[in-house]
């Protein structure tokens, strides 16, 4: 038997004793968690989902947390003499061996759900009432947390393009001086441009740079 399943936005098809890498998950080596989405179960006869098959689930076993090959991206442009750029990623994956195809009971499994690295862990079947309840209290923390972390902060509206609302956003993401950014890898600066939804704007201002000055100031 074998199921075609979806995570972290891509299709794989699996069966028991397979061993795959997929997008990070919320879970660490030596745990069992369980892929809810299931598209097709395939074996004597074949079950297509409408968009998913119900009560269907594949188990796995998460075997360690890796890396991806490293990508160089590089960008230069035409008649601007010295203008280039160089950025290396390396994808964070996890490596699961699959150990179970369920037909059906996926539900009353009790098995963790496989959920990004990004997400809340929640187990299968679980109800989504009480991650509502939780919104309010993120919200009320939010605003809280960025006035304490004001207070003894370096003022990171020197830095050029950052105005009082993308200051408040830094401080609500930890960022509270100039030497945590000067201090900054390519990774760090990925994830916060993901954070702060502006991609390639911290390197087109060249924050890290400035940062370097203003922190030996």
Not at 31 to 38: A, H, L, R, S, Y
Not at 46 to 64: L, R
Not at 100 to 109: C, N, Q, R, V, W
Not at 183 to 204: C, N, Q, Y
């Given at each position: 038997?074998?199921?075609?399943?979806?995570?972290?936005?891509?299709?794989y098809k699996?069966?028991?004793?397979?061993?795959?890498?997929?997008?990070?998950?919320?879970?660490?080596?030596?745990?069992?968690?369980?892929?809810?989405?299931?598209?097709?179960?395939?074996?004597?006869?074949?079950?297509?989902?409408?968009?998913?098959?119900?009560?269907?689930?594949?188990?796995?076993?998460?075997?360690?947390?890796?890396?991806?090959?490293k990508l160089?991206?590089?960008?230069?442009?035409?008649?601007?003499?010295?203008?280039?750029?160089?950025?290396?990623?390396?994808?964070?994956?996890?490596?699961?061996?699959?150990?179970?195809?369920?037909?059906?009971?996926?539900?009353?499994?009790?098995?963790?759900?496989?959920?990004?690295?990004?997400?809340?862990?929640?187990?299968?079947?679980?109800?989504?009432?009480?991650?509502?309840?939780?919104?309010?209290?993120?919200?009320?923390?939010?605003?809280?947390?960025?006035a304490a972390?004001?207070?003894?902060?370096?003022?990171?509206?020197?830095?050029?393009?950052?105005?009082?609302?993308?200051?408040?956003?830094?401080?609500?993401?930890?960022?509270?001086?100039?030497?945590?950014?000067?201090?900054?890898?390519?990774?760090?600066?990925?994830?916060?441009?993901?954070?702060?939804?502006?991609?390639?704007?911290?390197?087109?201002?060249?924050?890290?740079?400035?940062?370097?000055?203003?922190?030996?100031?």
């Amino acid at each position: 038997m074998f199921a075609v399943m979806k995570t972290g936005g891509k299709q794989y098809k699996v069966k028991a004793g397979d061993r795959l890498r997929v997008e990070k998950l919320a879970a660490d080596a030596g745990e069992t968690v369980q892929f809810n989405d299931i598209l097709m179960l395939g074996g004597d006869s074949a079950t297509v989902g409408s968009p998913t098959v119900e009560g269907a689930a594949v188990q796995a076993t998460v075997v360690d947390q890796i890396k991806g090959e490293k990508l160089i991206h590089f960008v230069k442009r035409r008649r601007k003499h010295s203008s280039k750029r160089t950025k290396g990623h390396r994808q964070q994956l996890t490596l699961v061996e699959i150990t179970e195809i369920l037909t059906s009971g996926a539900d009353k499994s009790g098995v963790k759900a496989a959920v990004g690295a990004g997400s809340v862990a929640t187990t299968a079947g679980a109800a989504a009432a009480p991650k509502k309840a939780a919104k309010p209290a993120k919200t009320e923390a939010a605003p809280a947390a960025a006035a304490a972390a004001a207070e003894g902060a370096d003022d990171l509206k020197k830095l050029s393009g950052v105005g009082p609302a993308l200051e408040k956003k830094l401080l609500e993401a930890g960022v509270t001086s100039f030497a945590q950014i000067a201090a900054w890898t390519p990774e760090d600066v990925a994830a916060m441009d993901e954070k702060l939804s502006f991609k390639g704007r911290i390197e087109r201002e060249g924050w890290i740079e400035q940062a370097k000055e203003l922190a030996g100031e």
